[in-house]
């Protein structure tokens, strides 16, 4: 158990629509990273925040958009899904405080959009 | 375009043998090379890393080979177990100015240890 928790576990919904992927980062840690796992692009990283601030932003489309509250959970929103979004998008968290430290990852949501 | 290169796509090995995973990189701001662990369902953990100035890094059975020169290192599994198959990812970190330190992954290896 890596400490960081990410709900819902699965999900599934239609094109179009718009869902809400939540992250809760291990006590302590300030960075909080999402990235997006699928067959044909492998594990890439989509944004990053740092207390509460945007650090650094990946592959991610305009219609994806993410922020990090001031207890540091973070939720990622993903709208007018298309089939193509269908992957696993996982969370990860750092402490924010050196440069080679360990990024710990939560269990993923899986979004199947049908 | 892919900055981190891994291969094999997938390897089998039989108990008892030794498992080679390779990676290249292309951008030399790299500074911190991490593999990473996952079992089907559950997200990337932590296996072993390195630092460019090292050239080997030993954590049990699980070796990191570096070649800073040619920009390529490895995962070494020795003794391989049917517990070790899963999918191995090599990372690649830019020590940037601030706190943005986003991995950049490999197309991750698929090992299968044969009992």
């Known amino acids: 158990d890596s400490g960081v928790t990410q709900t819902p576990k699965h999900l599934i919904t239609a094109t179009g629509q718009r869902v809400t992927l939540r992250c809760s980062p291990r006590s302590g840690d300030l960075s909080v990273y999402w990235y997006q796992q699928s067959l044909d692009q492998g594990l890439q990283f989509l944004i990053q925040y740092y207390n509460g601030e945007e650090r650094a932003k990946g592959n991610i489309l305009e219609r994806f958009s993410a922020q990090q509250f001031p207890d540091l959970h973070s939720e990622l929103n993903l709208s007018s899904l298309e089939l193509g979004d269908s992957a696993l998008y996982f969370c990860?968290?750092?402490?924010?405080?050196?440069?080679?430290?360990?990024?710990?990852f939560g269990p993923g949501t899986r979004l199947l959009v049908l | 375009q892919q900055q981190v290169k891994q291969s094999p796509q997938s390897l089998i090995v039989q108990k008892g043998g030794i498992s080679i995973i390779n990676c290249a990189y292309e951008?030399?701001?790299?500074?911190?090379f991490p593999w990473y662990q996952q079992f089907p369902g559950k997200g990337p953990a932590l296996l072993i890393a390195?630092?460019?100035?090292?050239s080997e890094k030993k954590e049990g059975r699980f070796t990191i080979s570096f070649n800073k020169s040619a920009k390529q290192f490895s995962l070494h599994i020795m003794d391989s177990q049917p517990g070790d198959s899963a999918t191995y990812f090599c990372a690649a970190k830019k020590g940037l100015s601030g706190s943005a330190r986003q991995l950049t992954f490999g197309s991750g290896t698929q090992l299968t240890v044969l009992p």
């Open positions: 390195i630092r460019p100035d090292v």
């Open positions: 990860a968290s750092s402490p924010g405080r050196g440069l080679q430290e360990t990024q710990y």
């Open positions: 951008n030399t701001a790299f500074d911190y």
